[in-house]
């Protein structure tokens, strides 16, 4: 080991000694009323903490406890050496501290943050491209317009609902939320969203509480509305 790394290593030792001895004079300076209230800020903190790792860590529980006892802690302690510095020093001290204090520890939390938002990604090495023999030149194939397949084309938008059953409207849904994925040029896109709004009214008259079970469900463009109306609209025309 390099006597760098000794020296680095003592200074953090006497570091680490100088702010317990700091916690400790705190600790004992405080009236039982200011350990109260250094107690109810950790579980603030912990708290506050908790919620925040909750939602950016997908409800894992470990990451969770992890953050809140963390958060506490540093807490716990900050608010102890606070109180020691200002025992020993005062006020004035004690407020050059925390700036101090607080400004290096925004600088460390962002310089951590950029480091993970950012990580290094190794080179990929360059492969070869593999070697391709001459041929024939296969002709280019000539651009086709976009199909719209099922019930759903450029004509059948004035094609009448009021005959289909409900499984038939169903997939009248589905083709068109289907369709609606292809490129298509303006006017097929607009006969599709008039016809898409055809059906969405035919399903509200039918069934109009198995419809707001539907919309209640979602996501509607890739769920089978037939499955939410109820076994009294089946029929071709339940109202």
């Known amino acids: 080991m390099s006597s760098r790394g000794v020296l680095v290593r003592c200074l953090a030792c006497a570091a680490l000694v100088v702010v317990a001895g700091l916690a400790l004079v705190g600790g004992l300076a405080l009236r039982p009323a ?8 950790a579980v603030v903190t912990g708290a506050l903490a908790a919620g925040i790792a909750r939602e950016s860590s997908d ?6 406890v992890e953050a809140t006892w963390q958060t506490a802690a540093w807490t716990v302690g900050v608010l102890l050496v606070l109180a020691g510095v200002a025992a020993i020093a005062g006020g004035l001290v ?12 925004l600088a460390f939390w962002m310089v951590r943050t950029n480091g993970r938002q950012q990580p290094s990604s190794p080179p990929v090495a360059a492969r070869p491209a593999p070697a391709v023999r001459p041929g024939p030149v296969p002709p280019a194939p000539v651009a086709r317009p976009a199909v719209v397949t099922g019930n759903v084309a450029a004509g059948a938008g004035s094609a009448s609902l009021s005959g289909l059953p ?10 068109t939320s289907a369709a609606l994925g292809a490129p298509l040029d303006p006017g097929a896109r607009q006969a599709i969203v008039a016809r898409r709004g055809a059906v969405l ?19 509607l463009s890739t769920t089978d509305p037939a499955r939410y109306l109820g076994a009294g609209a089946t029929g071709t025309d339940a109202g």
């Open 59 to 64: 409800d894992d529980l470990r990451a969770t």
């Open 34 to 41: 200011g350990l109260l209230a250094v107690g109810l800020a």
């Open 166 to 175: 409900i499984e038939a409207l169903g997939r009248e849904w589905m083709t």
């Open 201 to 219: 009214d035919e399903l509200e008259r039918r069934d109009p509480a198995g419809f707001a079970r539907w919309l209640a469900a979602g996501p």
């Open 94 to 105: 004690t407020t050059l501290v925390g700036a101090v204090g607080g400004m290096a520890g």
